[in-house]
């Protein structure tokens, strides 16, 4: 375990969100008052063209938007896809997160299941996937961008043009007071998984969780829960795996299968972390870790642990 004042000096350098290192209309809290459809077809998948003006490897995207009307386990995706003659062409890494109706409208988002390098003046498209009814993350009167959409997996098509709200990181998101540590391994997929929050972690927020992208779909994935440590290799692990946190207590949760329409979505883990109303625990940093198990992986362990994440009680 740390030590309370290291403690206090992460806590201090990791209130703060983590910049966006690429963000378009996303300066203000402005939105149309559009809400997609929803389709008895299935969900729904609507790009946006950008191009960064500066290398990047981006990590993690967000986009501005609320679901209010739907209750139950629904998800949206956010996905990197390259750009195929004025049109999405393959996609580069993406990440799902869940649709909590009580949320207002807000910046919301999820980390990739890789990084993605862009490169300076090259067009990409952020792809949107989401199950209905969800206000539409663009600006009124904002920059406008290219824009396409699909029907389940057909082609792309063409539409008018928007004014996205969107924020892309070069490191994993987090809300104030929760921060990435430690390193995520590659699967035999060549992705990893990725946990994160969209949530401040506030005392008496006993629905609080975190949240676990790009585990293989339908997998045993345990959730460690403690505290930082220093990253060391587990033997038996594939190369590269790190445990970043303490073991003090363990959770067997399994990754989704379905759609954003749920019950469950492909890959995706919710990680309860009931936050009690203690104000003995007030600025007490925490941190778990997501382990899921990898069928692909020839390593005696086929296991292939996330990044730590560690949050800090307000």
Same mark, same amino acid.
């Given at each position: 375990?740390?030590?309370?004042?290291?403690?206090?000096?992460?806590?201090?350098?990791?209130?703060?969100?983590?910049?966006?290192?690429?963000?378009?209309?996303?300066?203000?809290?402005?939105?149309?008052?559009?809400?997609?459809?929803?389709?008895?077809?299935?969900?729904?998948?609507?790009?946006?063209?950008?191009?960064?003006?500066?290398?990047?490897?981006?990590?993690?995207?967000?986009?501005?938007?609320?679901n209010d009307s739907l209750s139950?386990?629904?998800?949206?995706?956010?996905?990197?896809?390259?750009?195929?003659?004025?049109?999405?062409?393959?996609?580069?890494?993406?990440?799902?997160?869940?649709?909590?109706?009580?949320?207002?409208?807000?910046?919301?988002?999820? !980390?990739?299941?890789?990084?993605?390098?862009?490169?300076?003046?090259?067009?990409?498209?952020?792809?949107?996937?989401?199950?209905?009814?969800?206000?539409?993350?663009?600006?009124?009167?904002?920059?406008?961008?290219?824009?396409?959409?699909?029907?389940?997996? $057909?082609?792309?098509?063409?539409?008018?043009?928007?004014?996205?709200?969107?924020?892309?990181?070069?490191?994993?998101?987090?809300?104030?007071?929760?921060?990435?540590?430690?390193?995520?391994?590659?699967?035999?997929?060549?992705?990893?998984?990725?946990?994160? !929050?969209?949530?401040?972690?506030?005392?008496?927020?006993?629905?609080?969780?975190?949240?676990?992208?790009?585990?293989?779909?339908?997998?045993?994935v345990f959730a460690v829960y403690?505290?930082?440590?220093?990253?060391?290799?587990?033997?038996?692990?594939?190369?590269?795996?790190?445990?970043?946190?303490?073991?003090?207590?363990?959770?067997?949760?399994?990754?989704?299968?379905g759609t954003t329409r749920g019950?469950?979505?492909?890959?995706?883990?919710?990680?309860?972390?009931?936050?009690?109303?203690?104000?003995?625990?007030?600025?007490?940093?925490?941190?778990?870790?997501?382990?899921?198990?990898? !069928?692909?992986?020839?390593?005696?362990?086929?296991?292939?642990?996330?990044? $730590?994440?560690?949050?800090?009680?307000?």
């Amino acid at each position: 375990m740390r030590t309370f004042f290291s403690c206090l000096l992460l806590c201090a350098a990791a209130a703060a969100q983590i910049p966006p290192c690429f963000g378009l209309n996303h300066t203000s809290a402005n939105v149309v008052t559009a809400v997609t459809t929803f389709s008895s077809s299935g969900q729904n998948t609507l790009a946006w063209q950008i191009t960064p003006s500066v290398p990047l490897n981006v990590q993690a995207a967000q986009v501005f938007t609320r679901n209010d009307s739907l209750s139950g386990n629904y998800f949206m995706i956010l996905e990197l896809w390259s750009d195929a003659g004025g049109l999405p062409g393959a996609r580069l890494g993406g990440g799902t997160w869940r649709l909590v109706n009580s949320r207002p409208y807000a910046w919301q988002g999820a !980390a990739l299941d890789q990084i993605v390098p862009l490169a300076a003046n090259v067009p990409v498209w952020l792809v949107w996937i989401e199950p209905g009814f969800s206000t539409l993350p663009q600006e009124p009167g904002g920059v406008t961008t290219p824009r396409a959409y699909r029907t389940a997996s $057909g082609p792309w098509t063409a539409t008018t043009t928007g004014a996205p709200k969107l924020r892309l990181y070069c490191g994993i998101v987090g809300e104030w007071y929760s921060w990435e540590h430690g390193p995520s391994c590659a699967q035999s997929t060549g992705q990893s998984a990725a946990l994160y !929050a969209n949530e401040v972690p506030t005392l008496g927020n006993t629905n609080y969780f975190l949240e676990a992208t790009a585990n293989p779909s339908g997998a045993p994935v345990f959730a460690v829960y403690g505290f930082p440590i220093s990253p060391v290799p587990v033997s038996g692990f594939p190369a590269g795996c790190m445990q970043n946190v303490s073991i003090v207590a363990v959770s067997l949760l399994f990754a989704g299968t379905g759609t954003t329409r749920g019950p469950t979505c492909a890959g995706y883990v919710s990680v309860p972390l009931p936050i009690p109303a203690n104000p003995s625990l007030l600025l007490t940093t925490l941190a778990a870790q997501a382990v899921p198990f990898d !069928a692909g992986s020839a390593a005696p362990l086929p296991f292939t642990p996330s990044n $730590g994440y560690c949050i800090t009680l307000h």
